[in-house]
């Protein structure tokens, strides 16, 4: 078993400008036959100093749906991703593609104000063969781990739940975006 870590950088865009409204001619504007809301990611302007640009073309007629969607591309498109190759003999052959999988190792990086050393990943690419299994995970800019869900009513408490679970579940927070007056959960995969 062995896995290689690296970091793909190569789809950090500036900003994203997402093409909604698209029509042959608006006569009563007088503008052009296609609208574009533009977000631009703070992370990749200010912390990578990236200048690309991404258009993308959607059937939306909604401004605000466009918004949420350019605004959605921006947040994926704003941080370098995290890839895993893992290859193993079959002790992953009943994943495929698109199966969440928590990644733990100790050279894996801390998540920055905490100890926890655990990925959500996806798995992108799965070749299997009689030789073993050769896995390509994303974290899709640590979208995965960014993005929580809400936890389970039965779930432990924020205190007692394992790593595991808190790389998963979110805890809803107080106004200042954290758990129990603890400050290392500030912007930990919590609910605000």
């Known amino acids: 078993m062995g896995f290689q870590v690296d970091s793909d950088s190569s789809r ?7 093409e909604y409204r698209r029509r042959e001619a608006d006569f009563v504007s007088g503008s052009e036959a296609v609208s574009i809301e533009r977000v631009t990611s703070d992370a990749a302007q200010f912390l990578v100093e990236s200048t690309k640009t991404t258009t993308r073309t ?7 749906s466009a918004r949420i969607f350019a605004s959605r ?3 994926l498109f704003g941080i370098a991703t995290s890839v895993v190759e893992l290859r193993t003999k079959l002790q992953a052959h009943d994943l495929s593609v698109t199966d969440r999988v928590q990644l ?6 801390e998540r920055v104000g905490s100890g926890i050393r655990t990925k ?3 798995v992108q690419t799965a070749k299997k063969s009689a030789e073993g299994t050769v896995l390509r995970l994303e974290d899709f800019a640590n979208a995965l781990s960014q993005c929580a869900t809400i936890t389970e ?3 432990e408490e924020y205190d007692n ?3 595991q679970e808190k790389a998963v579940n979110g805890y809803i927070t107080d106004n200042r975006g954290i758990v129990g007056n603890d400050r290392e959960t500030h912007g930990l995969n919590l609910i605000w």
């Open 104 to 109: 733990s190792h100790p050279e894996l990086f």
């Open 58 to 64: 959607t059937v939306l007629v909604d401004q605000s």
């Open 12 to 18: 950090i865009v500036k900003t994203v400008e997402l």
């Open 153 to 155: 009513n039965d779930a």
């Open 73 to 75: 591309y921006s947040f």
């Open 120 to 122: 959500v990943m996806s």
């Open 161 to 163: 739940a394992s790593d």
